[in-house]
């Protein structure tokens, strides 16, 4: 068996087992996706070369991404990051990312993202009022724009007129 295909095993395998419901309690003022039916994971997995995880677009634009390989050789280490236009920030798009061991954080990305590429890409959109799940990831989007995301105990709630961070 060679090495891509040892990785992309270890990935699904990860993907199928990570299925659980996250276990930590949200914070105050993060929605409650409890009612939200979870998609299957796997249907969002990739692996190409230095990518193997999950990624979703959100209805409003976003473009959510799970790489297992920034967990910086911590397999107990979650990272998530959503990029897209974020319109209480001002115009371009922008990048928030979060991790278990640390708090989210927001910048402008650079290069922007091109929204043209990502619906090129055939990268599948989380449906609205849904919810992925894989290990302590858990993220949900409305019908409103909303996108709620935590890793363990951090996380981030867009709106199209705020960007809760914690």
Known sequence: MGRAQLAFGVAALALTAGCAQATATPPAGFPDLSAYPTVDTQTYSQSYPRFIGFDF????????????MNSLGD???LTLSC?????DLG???WLVRVA???????????????????????IRQLPPMHKIVHQAIECGVDDHGMTACRVGDHGFVLTPTATDLF
């Not at 677009?57 to 297992?68: A, K, V, Y």
């Open 57 to 68: 677009t959100t209805p409003d634009g976003q473009l959510c991404s799970h790489n297992t």
């Open 75 to 77: 397999p107990a280490r």
């Open 83 to 87: 990029e897209g236009p974020r319109p």
């Open 91 to 93: 115009p371009g798009t």
């Open 100 to 122: 278990t061991d640390e708090p989210a954080v927001v910048e402008p990305s650079y290069p922007p993202l091109d929204p043209a590429s990502v619906a090129a890409s055939g």
